[in-house]
């Protein structure tokens, strides 16, 4: 059973039907590269940096990238006891403690 599996799987990677990495790698690299020398529009970075640290009561915040979890991200919890601001690893936005003193 098992050697009938990998001989399909092997006959379906061998056959024409399939894309060819280095064709798909291309039509990724020319995507980038077009998208790259638009300079009219900000780079998704550039955007994330213009909104401003976030602040937070607490020492530490949970980020979920956005409030509908279907356009966030995997909850990430970011410790807030550094001065500088703290920042999430999936989207970039910046959080930093509201000292109340």
Not at 57 to 67: L, N, P, S
Not at 74 to 82: A, K, N, Y
Request: hydrophobic content about 35%; proline content about 6%.
């Amino acid at each position: 059973m098992a050697s009938s599996v990998l001989r399909s799987l092997t006959r379906f990677a061998s056959s024409k039907n399939t894309r060819s990495f280095s064709l798909v790698s291309s039509q990724i690299s020319n995507h980038t590269a077009k998208w790259m020398q638009d300079t009219s529009k900000k780079s998704p970075m550039e955007l994330i940096n213009e909104v401003p640290p976030i602040k937070v009561e607490g020492r530490i915040v949970a980020c979920e990238g956005d409030t509908n979890p279907a356009l966030g991200h995997p909850i990430e919890f970011i410790c807030l006891d550094l001065a500088e601001p703290a920042v999430c690893k999936y989207c970039g936005l910046r959080y930093v403690q509201d000292h109340h003193h």
